[in-house]
């Protein structure tokens, strides 16, 4: 049964992963052409045009960008830090046997290419981008193996999606101690305690959504004030979703067999609506199913859509536009080492890491997935588009005009990862490369 549920788990995520892959080239492409139109100037002021609010003296005005970089990722990285939480509690991740293979390509997939981008980068003022091609953009990559079908075997995917997420957590932990500006320690010591508070609070077991979403955006607001990115506010308060229900099976059973025994012995009547008594069951049975249901797996479900197909779509459409006919200002040396990083970087570090670890028999790799998937999909992996874009902007905040050299170079490594990836996998012959003999 369990194999069952990962197997029906995991083809609704790619499922929607594919979705979202798709909805993320339709954005780019027109955040594009957009940038590179007679509506170019229309565009990048939409982009800039400051919004929010004062109180008091205080005030939050941002340009929409930024409150699409700062405040709608937050609630994408709050979802990353519930599926890490997810996986290593329950997961690809929750053991030592499990973990050792996405590990062992995570941390290639992260080591190479950030050695690439410091031998290949010949200009000291863009050396803060080092980090750009660390990440591997899930929702691409997965929908470029979900276009492979059958050719691909499951396991194959199952290894994507826990590298990616070891792969977040890194990027996380990257973006915290490096990307962050100037920290205000009074601000940041508010912010923590609001979070052990609300750690408590749920260990405890009181858990209210309406609680976490009020501390949640202020934590976030004290995050952005104290100089460390808000963003990593969002994966520290996935940590406190209580992943147990809050109520057993057997209890949560005998509670149904009750209200269905009052049901049958309730009056009846020929209208189609519920008497009073009726009405009061079905309230005290949907708050029985809330309390059987696990929080942070009510949180993926309600989150998991909204960020594929509205968040990380309208990241894109506010990110990607960039104007390629301005070749005066581009640092093709930044776009170059940028896409090689993703493009070599990703695929001779995750593929040398797991079949010399294979080969020392550090690992174990699964029987069905042979020497052209590792390669082909460690090409998929330098498919680096959200989060590299997000670091990028980052990582040059002092130095904007490097930023629209770092998108192209993410755009190029990511597309020529893409189809070389989908190209070795496509030719696969799994029967004549096992890596049995590795």
Known sequence: MKKRNLFTSLVKFVDLQNISGILLLITTLGAMIMANSNFADDYFRFWNTEIGFSVGESEL??????????????????????????????????????????????????IFPVLFFFVLNSNPETVSGWGIPMATDIAFSLAVLNVLGKRVPLSLKIFLTAFAIVDDLAAVMVIALFYSSSIQIGVLIW????????????????????????????????????????????????????????????????????????????????????????????????????????PLQRWEEILRTWVSVVIIPIFALANAGVSITDTEHMEMGLITTI?????????????????????????????????????????????????????????????????DSAKIGILVGSLASAFTGYFLLRSSKKKDDLLEGV
């Open 61 to 110: 005005i941002k340009p929409l960008l930024l409150w699409v970089n700062d405040g709608l990722m937050a609630i994408f990285f709050f979802l990353i830090g519930l599926e890490i939480k997810r996986e290593v509690l329950l997961g690809q991740l929750n053991s030592i046997r499990k973990i050792m293979f996405p590990l062992v390509g995570a941390l290639g997939g992260i």
């Open 191 to 294: 912010a923590l305690g609001l979070l052990l508070v609300t750690y408590f609070v749920s260990y405890k077991g009181f858990y209210s959504h309406p609680f976490i979403v009020i501390m949640g955006a202020i934590i976030w607001f004290l995050f952005l004030e104290s100089g460390i990115h808000p963003t990593i506010s969002g994966v520290l308060m996935a940590f406190a979703i209580p992943v147990k229900q809050r109520v057993g099976l057997q209890v949560f059973l005998r509670r149904m067999r009750s209200f269905a025994n009052n049901f049958r012995t309730s009056k009846s009547v020929s209208e189609p609506i519920l008497t009073k008594e009726q009405l009061s069951l079905v309230k005290r049975q949907r708050n029985w199913l809330k309390y059987f249901e696990s």
């Open 339 to 403: 896409a090689l990083c993703l493009f070599l970087g990703k695929s001779i570090g995750i593929s040398s890491a797991v079949l010399i670890s294979k080969k020392l028999k550090f690992i174990q790799v699964p029987r069905d997935i042979g020497i052209k998937e590792i390669i082909g999909v460690s090409f998929i992996a330098g498919i680096g588009f959200t989060m590299a874009i997000f670091i990028a902007t980052l990582a040059f905040v002092n130095n904007p005009e490097y930023i």
